[in-house]
């Protein structure tokens, strides 16, 4: 027989197509090519102009300029638009036509950086002695050879670059577009190139603004519920279990402590999360929990849990003779999380997402009709199972008065919706469907592809059996000081994802005209709520706000040795003794001594923690230290803890600090590091007095006022309380606000202050005088407690 011919191979049937690299002269000779097209039209025109020379010698002697100038109106016209045309295209390039979201500050001169349209005019704008073009052409040649590693695929090109850190799954769309900096172990985006600050508000306040937050880490405890309870117990305060939070329906906020170090030793906050079981299953052989964590504390949050473990493995040995059996595991790697925020969030949800049809009536008819996050009950949790988003795509646009209209059947505006178990069910929970939806059976192309086929631009693409079908997690968050939300807050949902798909879903949500926001935004959203942002405002009483404030505090410092001194603020010169870092030891005077036995007593350097909630939100002006301490000893002896000895009462009192946020009265707006002094009952009068008889009186000739005039003095170190941690002008209240940190006993003396009686709407408001570390004049503000 003969040998069988071998069948030619055929092309793959979703290959991309090779693009050829045009090279600039190419597009220089294209341009000299259609000029030559019109070589040949001289003579045409010589012999017009001849022509209207002979009609000219016909024309009359003497015209009328009106009528003229009305026949001729039309060829004004066009003189006009040529010189407009011909000033832009002398004064401007061609990437600078490009619309201002596209535009990047350092602009390329690569004619190929620009759209097709507009490469032929980028060519012919280059300068002659320009080589910018030649070494891009360069390095495409050496590229296309092999010797710019592209021997190597692009995933392990990307690898090689995230040695050192970890890029978010969103880092290419980012990465265009923001100020990225390497914090906590990622690449994280910092704010957007152009100028967002109010438009990142409005679009918290009245439309949607999404973060790419797949940085936070989770880990998996899988367990009996009482171990699990014994294991969180020593090392959590906040509330965990119970009916409400282990049928899985809400989500549980607690803060991690070290372990049996309560109330010091904070770690941070943190989320904790139930696995809901299903209505049919009678018997729980075990219990699953998610603990959601921010990277800067994931480590030692990681290690108080091995610890924890190890203890509670010892107690269940001396009780049941059985150890704890607790499996915990690092989830990061296996699940991506977004955020979206304000209140037409849930419309865009609903555009970006489309619900599979397997999915129950109950949880149709909520997704169907979801709208303003508010309405629904704070930290719910919601399972559903949605299709391929890029089938979807682009999603649809709502026109606006829908969202001011009633939604469905008025579900939402009646009342408060809570979840349910058939609600918070998912299937993203199981293992094995998290590492099947994590596969991307279809890419972008092939999805083109298949739209290409249908023919109508425009139509939608129908699910397929082999479509992609997304398990996700809604959890509503609200950001709000507890116990209750105020008209400040702010109200969305933190979308939890299989790996691979948040990059897809944020192109979604961003189509919706949903702002996209960096670190810096999130931190101002929640100023403007009146909630301390984690690290940010943690400084001094944990870790990891103390490494984020050293790293921001050296920053600046740096910044400020580099100006001369004329002109930098010279902070020794208006007595700011600290303007970097806060220096708790002038704030938490402790006992004094005599000289001689200042010589025998070591004095420690203060150790300030953070007074946790709900202590925070029940202060007592007549608060004693040992009936703090009775109250601490109580919490304790709920976590099972051993009582703190009344030896550590003074100094648990003395160096317990609070969150605050500074409302000025009148003029100010406060900025970070702005001191925070108290006023005594003299001092307190005086500002009083002028802030009640200050008349705004913009045709006043008086050189200065009383409130001027008590903000020049300068205060005393002695009357030093605290610090702010962040500060400006708050776009919600329209004045001054800032956030800071003052001493519990500070707090106490300024509650105490008698008030005379004709003033009863000054009682216990706690009032204080704030000026920042480059300022000389003291404002009047006043201080409220945030839990």
Request: overall charge positive; glycine content about 6%; proline content about 6%.
């Given at each position: 027989m003969s040998k069988q011919q071998s069948k030619p191979t055929l092309p793959k049937p979703y290959s991309r197509p090779q693009k050829a690299i045009h090279k600039t002269v190419d597009l220089l000779q294209k341009n000299e090519s259609c000029g030559v097209r019109g070589k040949g039209k001289e003579k045409d025109i010589l012999g017009d102009v001849m022509s209207l020379v002979d009609d000219v010698k016909r024309l009359p002697g003497m015209i009328s300029v009106e009528k003229f100038a009305q026949t001729r109106a039309m060829e004004i016209y066009a003189f006009q638009t040529a010189i407009k045309a011909a000033e832009a295209q002398g004064n401007t390039r061609a990437f600078q036509s490009l619309p201002r979201h596209l535009r990047r500050r350092a602009a390329s001169h690569n004619p190929r950086r620009v759209p097709r349209r507009l490469r032929s005019r980028a060519a012919a704008e280059i300068d002659t002695g320009d080589t910018i073009a030649k070494k891009h052409r360069k390095i495409a040649k050496q590229r296309a050879k092999g010797n710019l590693r592209s021997h190597l695929k692009r995933a392990t090109l990307f690898r090689l670059r995230q040695r050192s850190k970890s890029w978010l799954p969103t880092h290419l769309w980012h990465a265009k577009r923001y100020h990225?900096?390497?914090?906590?172990?990622?690449?994280?985006?910092?704010?957007?190139?152009l100028k967002c600050f109010r438009h990142a508000y409005r679009a918290g306040r009245r439309k949607a603004v999404a973060w790419d937050v797949s940085y936070y880490g989770i880990v998996e405890v899988e367990g009996k519920r009482q171990d699990i309870i014994n294991l969180l117990t020593p090392i959590t305060g906040g509330k965990f279990a119970g009916q409400r939070f282990e049928n899985g329906t809400t989500v549980a906020r607690v803060s991690f402590y070290q372990h049996s170090t309560f109330p010091r030793g904070l770690v941070g906050p943190a989320e904790i999360l139930w696995q809901p079981q299903p209505s049919t299953s009678q018997f729980k052989?075990?219990?699953?929990?998610?603990?959601?964590?921010?990277?800067?504390?994931?480590?030692?949050?990681?290690?108080?849990?091995?610890?924890?473990?190890?203890?509670?493995?010892?107690?269940?040995?001396?009780?049941t003779k059985t150890g704890a059996n607790l499996q915990i595991k690092n989830r990061s790697e296996e699940l991506e999380a977004l955020e979206i925020t304000g209140p037409r969030s849930g419309e865009v949800l609903r555009r970006v997402f489309k619900l599979c049809k397997r999915e129950k009536a109950q949880k149709?008819?909520?997704?169907?009709?979801?709208?303003?996050p508010v309405r629904i009950s704070d930290g719910a949790v919601i399972g559903l199972s949605v299709y391929d988003p890029r089938l979807n795509f682009p999603p649809r646009r709502l026109a606006i008065e829908d969202f001011d209209a009633?939604?469905?059947?008025?579900?939402?505006?009646?009342?408060?919706?809570?979840?349910?178990?058939?609600?918070?069910?998912?299937?993203?929970?199981?293992?094995?469907?998290?590492?099947?939806?994590?596969?991307?059976?279809?890419?972008?192309?092939?999805?083109?592809?298949?739209?290409?086929?249908?023919?109508?631009?425009?139509?939608?693409l129908h699910p397929a059996s082999s479509d992609n079908r997304l398990p996700m997690i809604l959890i509503h968050h609200s950001t709000h000081p507890p116990p209750t939300p105020n008209s400040h807050s702010f109200y969305g949902f933190t979308i939890l994802l299989p790996s691979s798909w948040a990059q897809y879903v944020l192109n979604s949500i961003a189509y919706c005209s949903t702002f996209v926001g960096g670190l810096k935004e999130r931190q101002v959203q929640h100023r403007e709520a009146g909630v301390p942002s984690f690290p940010e405002c943690y400084g001094n009483v944990c870790k990891a706000g103390a490494d984020w404030e050293k790293r921001?505090?050296?920053?600046?410092?740096?910044?400020?040795?580099?100006?001369?001194?004329?002109?930098?603020?010279?902070?020794?010169?208006i007595g700011i003794s600290c303007p970097w870092l806060p220096n708790w030891s002038l704030t938490m005077k402790q006992e004094k001594f005599s000289k001689e036995e200042e010589s025998f007593v070591v004095q420690s350097a203060p150790r300030p923690y953070l007074v946790p909630y709900p202590f925070s939100a029940?202060?007592?002006?007549?608060?004693?230290?040992?009936?703090?301490?009775?109250?601490?000893?109580?919490?304790?002896?709920?976590r099972c803890l051993q009582p703190l000895p009344s030896a550590q009462a003074d100094d648990l009192y003395r160096e317990a600090v609070l969150h605050v946020e500074v409302q000025m009265l009148r003029r100010g707006s406060p900025g970070d590091m702005a001191v925070i002094c108290s006023l005594d009952k003299q001092e307190r009068h005086e500002w009083i007095d002028a802030y009640e008889n200050e008349i705004d009186d913009l045709g006043s000739v008086e050189e200065m006022s009383v409130l001027q005039k008590l903000g020049e003095s300068r205060p005393s170190e002695q009357h030093l309380i605290g610090w702010t941690t962040t500060g400006n002008i708050s776009l919600t209240r329209g004045r001054g606000y800032a956030l800071g940190v003052i001493t519990l006993s500070g707090y106490l003396d300024l509650l105490r202050v008698k008030v005379e009686e004709n003033r009863a709407q000054w009682k216990h408001k706690a009032l204080v005088c704030i000026r920042n570390r480059n300022g000389r004049v003291s404002r009047l503000a006043e201080l409220k407690v945030v839990c």
């Open positions: 990225m900096e390497n914090l906590w172990g990622w690449r994280l985006p910092i704010t957007p190139t052989p075990c219990s699953k929990i998610w603990i959601r964590l921010h990277p800067s504390i994931f480590t030692q949050v990681w290690e108080s849990l091995k610890i924890s473990s190890l203890q509670a493995t010892n107690v269940t040995n001396s009780t149709g008819m909520f997704f169907n009709n979801l709208g303003d009633e939604d469905g059947d008025g579900t939402f505006h009646s009342r408060i919706v809570k979840s349910s178990i058939e609600l918070a069910y998912s299937s993203l929970w199981d293992e094995k469907a998290r590492e099947q939806a994590s596969q991307v059976r279809y890419t972008k192309y092939q999805l083109d592809a298949r739209r290409h086929r249908l023919g109508l631009p425009g139509t939608r921001v505090r050296s920053d600046e410092n740096e910044t400020w040795n580099k100006k001369p001194p004329a002109k930098r603020v010279g902070f020794d010169k029940h202060l007592d002006p007549d608060l004693t230290p040992p009936q703090y301490l009775t109250a601490l000893n109580a919490f304790r002896a709920q």
